[in-house]
């Protein structure tokens, strides 16, 4: 790791708080962040430490109707960037060049192979792939493609409102390496107290944007935790807490025992264990739903068409407000989850896009702007102006900044450039 990424790489975040979690609280919490996958593997140290406690495995026919997903402990960036593609409503052409971009990413998410270099092992050109880059840089995680670390810094940037000014000149201007080094301050036209303000910003974002993700070899087979069901119309949602292990506790063997011993106090302390961890994992199946009920009235377009224009901003603080839960308790409860829906299995972070400029996900935006633009006249093409108004008709307000930004990005030229000859 250079030393530009230790200075931007935050530290892994840690859980201080000033106010006091009981240690039933501090299980609910655990517990909840688990993916399937880590709360079978809790469950069976419990019984294995626990002479009580037995785990029922589910029945096998129940089993036959889930769509399985074969994938590596922990999410795996590529299967990640793939279906996002796959859910696209890109051109097949688009797909192709993205999906062989993705492969050339290394372990961090970065695209250092230089475009003329894939070229030469490929149908497309480097147009083409330019614009496939753009395209690879819009999936989530933010950052991913960039070529560099000043350019995987710049995409986050742009990508949060409100970003410190200062901080996102800096990175326009590729000026990072004066930034990292405090001795260069007084090279630069920024005061200390802006260039420290800006520091503080950039270390905000993720140097490394893959790092969440794991690249290995070994495999298990991943569970859903939600199931959403799409009859005449109607969404309907199913869990899967039927599906997992079920823990159980030999009452009758504990009392035998408990009656010839001496010492009650380790008796007390197994059965304490396991309706903690019976508690914890209740509550994680309720919050589970819960939030699954609420996403899925949200995005009742997407999960219904499987269109990814069809996709809404939301946001963990938006969600966490209407279901009176913490930020946090938002995070966990999605962190390393799956759902299935009409046979597809995916991240349920896919339902939290990031937010953009109007109520519609960026993804949607571009959609309909290309859609408007096909069907313009080409004779009198619409200049930006006109786009904006026509996006105001149908209560999307952008500005004229905003329309040429999304038309730059999809390699569209401006109507005196689309005017036909």
């Known amino acids: 790791m250079t030393r530009l990424q230790k200075m931007v790489l935050k530290p892994k975040e840690q ?22 996958h880590d709360l079978i593997k809790a469950m069976k140290e419990l019984s294995a430490s626990d002479p009580f406690v037995f785990l029922r495995e589910p029945q096998g026919d129940a089993m036959q109707n889930l769509e399985w997903l074969r994938a590596p402990e922990g999410e795996n960036l590529v299967d990640h960037l793939l279906m996002q593609v796959d859910l696209s409503d890109w051109h097949d052409w688009e797909k192709r060049a993205v999906k062989m971009l993705i492969y050339h990413l290394d372990e961090d998410g970065y695209l250092r192979v230089s475009l003329t270099k894939i070229i030469e092992r490929s149908e497309f050109s480097l147009e083409n792939l330019t614009r496939a880059k753009k395209l690879l840089q819009s999936l989530d995680p933010c950052g991913i493609g960039a070529a560099d670390l000043n350019e995987c810094l710049l995409l986050q940037a742009l990508h949060k409102p409100h970003f410190n000014p200062v901080a996102l000149e800096i990175l326009l201007n590729k000026q990072l390496e004066i930034l990292a080094d405090p001795d260069q301050w007084h090279n630069s036209v920024f005061s200390e107290t802006e260039l ?29 935790d939600l ?32 009656e010839q011993a001496d010492e009650n106090k380790y008796f007390s302390q197994q059965k304490q264990r396991y309706e903690e961890m019976k508690n914890a994992i209740a509550e994680r199946q309720k919050t589970i739903m819960r939030l699954g009920e609420f996403v899925g009235q949200f995005q009742y377009e997407f999960l219904t068409t499987m269109h990814k224009k069809e996709l809404k901003p939301l946001g963990l603080k938006e969600t966490a407000q209407a ?58 093409p619409l200049s930006d102006q006109q786009l904006v108004e026509i996006f105001a008709k149908h209560d999307v307000f952008l500005s004229r900044r905003v329309i040429a930004k999304y038309r730059n990005k999809l390699k569209i030229p401006n109507s005196y450039a689309r005017r036909a000859k």
Request: overall charge neutral.
């Open 323 to 380: 279901l009176n839960l913490a930020p946090s308790t938002i995070s966990r409860a999605i962190k390393d989850k799956y759902i299935q829906c009409q046979n597809k299995i995916f991240s349920f972070k896919m339902l939290f896009p990031r937010e953009v400029t109007t109520d519609l996900s960026q993804a949607r935006v571009e959609y309909d702007l290309c859609k408007i633009i096909r069907k313009e006249n080409t004779r009198a």
């Open 227 to 258: 199931i959403y069901k799409v009859n005449d119309g109607h969404l309907m949602i199913e869990n899967l807490q039927s599906q997992i292990p079920e823990m159980v506790f030999d009452e009758q063997a504990f009392n035998e025992l408990k």
């Open 15 to 36: 859980l201080v708080s000033r106010l006091f979690l009981s240690p039933k609280l501090r299980q609910n919490l655990t517990v909840l962040s688990y993916s399937t």
């Open 196 to 224: 420290t303000a800006a520091l503080a910003s950039i270390q905000t974002l993720d140097p490394t944007p893959a790092s969440d993700y794991v690249t290995g070899e070994n495999t298990q087979y991943l569970l859903p």
